[in-house]
């Protein structure tokens, strides 16, 4: 998946010389193809990202098409405000990348890992939010970031999970992707990011006849879609590495209490911090997200008694 | 007269702070000693330095001028007003419902580059204003504006490291050094000491004004661009807090305080008139 990006990144910067990199002294190897390909369109802006996403408004404002990279961690939240005031107030086209999201960062604690980053961004006005699963939805969520042309959230997650397509998804990221399909009107799977392979691995062993669906584009969200779906099944179940306020789960059910009265299942991370570090698969355990601990959540919420 | 090489007689400061007088009253708004320690800085800018192509606020190679310290934004609504970007009703009904000058810098109106009032993102807005036009070869320079207060803010020595360092020499920050911040002195808030040897010991090449006498102004920003050198340039500008109108002078009070008809009419009689 971090193949993918730097692939369309090149592709995008080769296509228009106005994309421009901006990191914050973040993506030490990720960034050799790129400074090879583009060397005059690099930017390391020093470890200072409000500076950094600043001067992006400023470079937008001359015409350049900033991509800014940084951890999720710092890229959105510590920027939030620059994020807000400078680029999305007036739509500049400035596409933030939030790699390392979730719990990719496991062993470095808290100061690393992003469970927020989703929910902070998409209460900016005009900043759209997207979140791929794999190389297929990155490759189109960066070409939709740059044809879009305004301020754009990018969350990359944990990336080595597999591929959930087989085929290059191009304009289908707008709306809610099946990545399994499965006649079952009693129940249907809507993820996000990483946590969409998690649900197809559930479903595929524990739940046969139930739909997956993967979400690459939190915001807008095709919701229109997204209530057909929940007219349509008695129980969904939104899973994401992410908190459980404000995230896809929120998403969801915003839509479902409007147009809908479908159960909504909201597996993410619950309200706290990690107080341990360990393997990636020991912190998503940690925080009740393994496949494990989801499926004890899910038969207990189909059936409590039990 | 090195002054001015625009006779109309524009951007008078006696003028432009009775135009500042007239919105704070129309709109009972504060800030008034923050726009009046800018007057004369912004009236130099305008009158000598800045470039609008077609007289057009947004003219695709215009000069920047970047007010980061959006609490003086009064006195860029008045020079705004000499140039025919903003309307006799716009002053009169400043702040009434539905109106759309704000209280502080906002970027949708035309001749406003940044929105602005929460400090420190001017500075890093210009510095990218800097860089994309030197990236394009653009003779376009770029002004920011600061108050002596907004210093505390970590992004302005963020941005001043990487102007230093890309060596942006077609970018200028303005200190207006009042001394006073919204809940004081800046000496007793957070003391900043020498802000010329601040950004000297960041690479700036800089100089050091009277922020009120107008030729002063005008001959050091003059001089810092005619320098030879790739450092990016700050202006120190010695301002008084609340200056034009004796019983506003360095008294922070007038950061907070609202005009009535009695303050209203003992400041325009001490400010006098244009002509006078």
């Known amino acids: 998946m971090r193949g993918a990006f730097s692939s369309a990144l090149i592709r995008l910067a080769r296509h228009d010389p106005n994309v421009l990199l901006l990191t914050g002294d973040h993506g030490y190897a990720l960034f050799d193809d790129f400074r090879s390909a583009c060397p005059a369109q690099y ?117 080595d999970r597999g591929d959930v397509h087989t085929a290059p998804q191009g304009e289908a990221v707008r709306s809610p992707l099946c990545v399994r399909p499965g006649a079952s009107r009693d129940l249907a799977f809507v993820a996000t990011g990483s946590l969409v392979r998690s649900a197809v691995d559930i479903a595929s062993t524990h739940f046969p006849q139930a739909s997956v669906w993967s979400v690459p584009l939190i915001k807008p969200i095709d919701s229109r879609a997204v209530a057909q779906l929940c007219g349509n099944t008695r129980v969904i179940v939104a899973m994401e590495e992410h908190s459980v306020f404000g995230g896809l789960g929120s998403v969801i059910t915003e839509i479902a209490a409007a147009h809908s009265p479908t159960r909504v299942l909201r597996l993410g991370v619950q309200d706290r911090f990690s107080d341990l570090c360990g393997t990636y698969e020991y912190l998503l355990k940690e925080h009740g997200l393994d496949q494990a601990s989801l499926l004890r959540q899910i038969n207990h919420f189909l059936s409590p008694g039990t | 007269m090195t002054q001015s090489n625009d006779t109309s007689g524009r951007f008078n400061a006696v003028a432009l702070r009775r135009t500042i007088l007239q919105m704070a009253y129309a709109g009972s708004t504060v800030h008034i000693g923050c726009a009046f320690s800018i007057v004369e800085l912004l009236a130099v800018l305008y009158r000598n330095h800045l470039r ?50 704000k209280g502080l810098s906002d970027s949708r109106i035309p001749g406003l580059e940044v929105t602005s009032g929460s400090l420190g993102h001017g500075f890093s807005v210009g510095v990218g204003l800097a860089l994309g036009a030197r990236m394009r070869r653009a003779s376009r320079k770029v002004y920011a504006l600061v108050g002596d207060g907004e210093l505390n803010e970590g992004p ?29 002195r800046t000496t007793e808030v957070l003391a900043l000491d020498s802000i010329a040897a601040k950004f000297q010991s960041f690479g700036f090449e800089t100089a050091a004004v009277d922020g009120h006498d107008e030729q002063e102004i005008d001959a050091a920003v003059r001089a810092l661009w005619a320098s030879a050198s790739t450092a990016p340039k700050a202006l120190i500008a010695k301002t008084v807090k609340g200056k034009g109108v004796q019983f506003m002078e360095n008294d922070n009070r007038w950061h907070y305080t609202r005009l009535n008809s009695e303050t209203y009419a003992q400041a325009l009689a001490l400010l006098g008139n244009p002509t006078s």
């Open chain 2, 156 to 184: 302005i020595w963020e941005g001043a490291l990487f102007a230093a360092h890309h060596e942006l020499n077609n970018f200028m920050v303005i200190v207006d050094e009042n001394g006073f911040q919204a809940m004081g």
């Open chain 1, 43 to 159: 930017i390391n802006a020093g470890i200072a990202e409000q500076n950094m996403v600043g001067m992006a408004a400023g470079l937008a404002r001359t015409g350049f098409r900033p991509f800014v990279y940084g951890l999720s961690a710092f890229v959105p939240l510590r920027v939030l405000e620059q994020i807000k005031l400078d680029v999305a107030h007036d739509l500049l086209p400035v596409v933030f990348i939030g790699d390392g999201a979730g719990f990719v960062y496991s062993h470095l604690g808290t100061s690393h890992q992003a469970t927020e980053d989703i929910a902070c961004a998409r209460v900016i006005p005009d900043l759209a939010v997207y979140s791929p699963a794999d190389r297929f939805e990155i490759d189109a969520c960066m070409q939709l970031a740059y044809d879009t042309a305004g301020p754009v959230y990018l969350r990359m997650g944990k990336s």
């Open chain 2, 52 to 101: 609008y192509p077609g007289n057009d606020p947004r003219a695709a190679d215009r000069d920047f001028l970047v007010l980061s310290k959006g609490h003086g934004v009064m006195a860029q609504y008045a020079c705004m007003r000499e140039l025919g970007w903003i309307d006799e009703n716009a002053v009169r009904n400043y702040f009434s419902d539905g109106s759309k000058l």
